[in-house]
């Protein structure tokens, strides 16, 4: 197995942390547009909160991480 210094290991877990709040942001977004405009028997609108609440709960905590110098 390769070894990685600490800061590639912390630089990527930032990265992650940061897409993963992305994703929740985006996938809150895309279930709104489908409540609007989609027909399926399916709660998108519950499907965008657990979402957003996921979002607005991560979001202190990983724009407050910093990238090691």
């Given at each position: ?5 600490n800061s590639e290991i ?60």
């Amino acid at each position: 197995m390769a070894k990685f210094p600490n800061s590639e290991i912390e630089i990527l877990s930032i990265q992650v942390n940061q897409f993963a709040l992305a994703s929740h942001f985006f996938w809150g977004l895309w279930a709104l547009i489908q409540a609007k405009y989609f027909t399926i028997v399916f709660d998108f609108l519950e499907y965008a909160n657990v979402h957003f609440n996921k979002y607005f709960k991560m979001k202190p905590e990983v724009t407050a991480l910093k990238v090691p110098e």
